[in-house]
């Protein structure tokens, strides 16, 4: 009967036995046990690989000129430095699902808003540095900062050669 | 070769449909949206009634009545993008739950955490395809470690359900 676990880890048989019709189901393992400790160390082990690679990536990609990059639907709507916004300057992006309001300045973007029930995206506030993006689900838009083509030292070069 | 379904499983397959549909009504109801510190996070209190399908009628049927979810939602006014994802959360949940709950040493615990961990992959990956972008991913990892917290609450309201279901499926039998 199955209906009472044995105190110790290692189950007999009897209490294994699920009350099927004669169909394998799982073993009753209720009891938190090594194997279920060994995959959250997985996890966490993977988790934290994949965070300290976003983290160093992102720090290599500060070092190059911020570029604002604005996609709907996947395809490229704009792709600028963001210095070149010296004034404000207001987007609206019309999709299927309705429109999306985007305003750039020379310091950052900002959705300001946008027609989707959850507003995640407007929530995400400013976006000041590379990495940094706001994703609209239902409308398909997304807005990132993205690093440029080239770092900043090659434009300093290229400053010094003009 | 697939034996056919009993009166008795067919009934405990719908019961949870019924069941999973409700749970994330309440989930919608208890937990409003953009109370969670992550878009996309959520308890996934539905499953509840995936758990005990996988652990009390089977293996096909846990994958069926997450595929039944999904599409249930969808005809029930659910939008197009909701469906993508649920519907590849739900496999790679299910597919990872159906693996893990076959170990004798994972308890119901590690099948629940795991199924969550692999709940979000399926997710981000289908945000990855709908926005085309790998900005997304960013949130994965914060999201799998979050999930697995619910993952292993969710473990916890099961076992009382599975024990007293196999408590009357051996009443039944006799």
């Known amino acids: 009967m199955p209906k009472k676990d044995g105190q110790s880890n290692t189950s007999t048989n009897n209490e294994k036995k699920s009350p099927s019709l004669g169909k394998a189901l799982p073993p009753r393992n209720f009891r938190f ?23 160093i990536y992102g720090n290599v990609q500060e070092k190059r000129t911020p570029y604002v990059r604005i996609l709907s639907d996947g395809q490229v709507l704009l792709y600028s430095p963001l210095k070149e916004f010296q004034n404000e300057t207001e987007y609206s992006i019309e999709t299927d699902h309705g429109k999306v309001v985007v305003l750039i ?3 950052r973007a900002v ?9 995640i995206c407007v929530k995400q506030g400013e976006l000041t540095h590379v990495g940094q993006g706001a994703v609209c689900l239902p409308n398909k838009v997304v807005v990132e900062i993205v690093p440029g083509p080239g770092s900043d030292e090659e434009q300093e070069i290229d400053g010094v050669a003009r | 070769m697939r034996r056919s379904w009993t009166a ?20 919608a109801w208890l937990v409003p949206k953009g109370i969670l510190p992550l878009p ?22 846990a994958l069926l009545l997450s595929l039944l979810r999904s ?39 590690g099948v629940s955490i795991g199924g969550a961990a692999s709940h979000s992959i399926g997710q981000i990956l ?5 926005s085309r972008t790998l900005y997304v991913m960013m949130y994965l990892p914060y999201l799998i470690l979050l999930s697995c917290l619910a993952g292993a609450m969710i473990a916890f309201l099961t076992i009382p359900v599975v024990k007293a279901l196999d ?3 051996t009443k039944m039998i006799q």
Do not use: W
Not at chain 1, 111 to 116: F, K, R
Not at chain 2, 126 to 130: G, H, T, Y
């Open chain 2, 71 to 109: 599409l249930v939602v969808l005809l029930l006014g659910g939008n197009f993008v909701g469906f993508v994802f649920s519907v590849l959360g739900g496999i790679f949940a299910v597919c990872t739950m159906i693996f893990l709950s076959g170990r004798e040493k994972i308890s119901i615990y």
């Open chain 2, 167 to 169: 408590h009357i499926g």
């Open chain 1, 105 to 107: 300045s020379s310091e």
């Open chain 2, 126 to 130: 289908a945000a990855v395809m709908l």
């Open chain 1, 111 to 119: 959705i300001v808003s946008s027609d989707c029930p959850d507003q």
């Open chain 2, 8 to 27: 008795y499983e067919v009934t405990k397959l719908s019961v949870l449909l019924a069941l999973a549909l409700m749970l994330s009504i309440l989930e």
């Open chain 1, 33 to 55: 046990s090594s194997g279920d400790l060994f995959l959250i160390i997985g996890i966490v082990l993977f988790c934290s690989f994949l965070i300290g690679g976003i983290f």
């Open chain 2, 40 to 61: 996309g996070l959520k308890l996934g209190l539905a499953n509840i009634a995936l758990l005990i399908a996988l652990y009390s009628v089977g293996k096909k049927e």
